[in-house]
């Protein structure tokens, strides 16, 4: 005789996710995140997409405009991840309340004069190929915004996106987290070219890592991080032994308590062989990149997801038991405070969890969350 039904289940067993655990919580960062790629974007699509627990939804006008607004309708309230684009008008599939590019009402479904109440817009920047929404814990306008960076080859971008537990700023933070790049990434070795630069919103790391492989034997990789808040990180990587150049831009996005959508954009190019007649030269970088394009994007997301087991299950310690060796992971953290809202009488380093709390006040809720791993929730 068998076992009752609820006794014969799998013992739970390994790491719990980040999200599910009653772990202490870094607060939503305020400033710009990702949202969507650009091209996810078409005239006329509609997109829900969450940030920092709540819906945004997002919309191209059939004239190009891009608007992103608080989900809900203003005269009874559904959701108009539901709507449709009309030209330039949204329409919300309640009762074909139509609204303008303003965010103004202008018609509504029975030909009687529109109400006031406009749609609650949120400032929203198109750059780099991302969709970038702004939000502060404060309510206050945006006072920077991520700049555009140059783009590098012919051949468009390729693009990933996934889900994860986590913080948003464990990513930005692996950028100055020097001692990580040979433990968990193979380098041989990782040295800073200047010390770590820091303005207002934004900070520049240049590095250098030590390779090795078969055939290439040992080879040197220049790398240059420019990151802009909390949200978005863009690295130049130049490998002279290969004539390879890749832009790689990063973009995490906390969308709820311990949890993340990672968003990545790559572009490659070769360098022109010198010793080459220009018009040849031309020829062979372009085919060079053309014929390894897709390799060497595969190559870049496997680098990356190398994080994901860690992000998806680590804590946020504050304050870290750091070493030497490390990296000057304790200037980023206090730099990266200033995204934060402040917490009153709280020690050096601690911020409010993602419920508004100091760390540790929230931990118990934290646990509420239910398990999930790792998913990848774009092309």
Known sequence: MGLPRPYTRTITEGPTPADATAAPALPYPSG?????FSSELKPGTVLTRPLAGEDVVLYRLRSGGLRAIRPYCPHLGAHLGLARVDGDDLVCPFHRFAFGPDGACVRTGYDTPPPRTPLTRLPVHEVNGAVLVWRHHDGRDPDWFVPPWHEIGHRPAREASWELAGNVQEVIENSVDLGHFATLHGWRRAEMGAPVAYDDAGFHVSMRAHESAPLLGDFVVDIEVDGYGLGCLHADVHTPRLGLRMCTMVLPTAVGPHRMQFRQRNRIAFTEPSRLPA?????????????????????????????????NHKQYLQPPGLAHGDGPIGPFRRWA???????????????????????????????????????QVGR
């Open 337 to 375: 405070r200033r995204f934060y809202p402040p917490v009153e009488g709280a020690e050096s380093g601690v911020v409010p969890s993602a419920h508004g709390e100091a760390e540790g006040g929230a931990a118990r809720r934290a646990g509420q969350q239910g398990p999930c791993g790792t998913r």
């Open 279 to 311: 018009p040849l030269a031309r020829t062979v970088s372009r085919t060079a990149a053309r014929l390894l394009d897709r390799a060497v994007f595969r190559s870049s997301c496997e680098f990356t997801a190398a994080d994901f087991p860690i992000w």
């Open 32 to 36: 710009w995140s990702a949202l969507a």
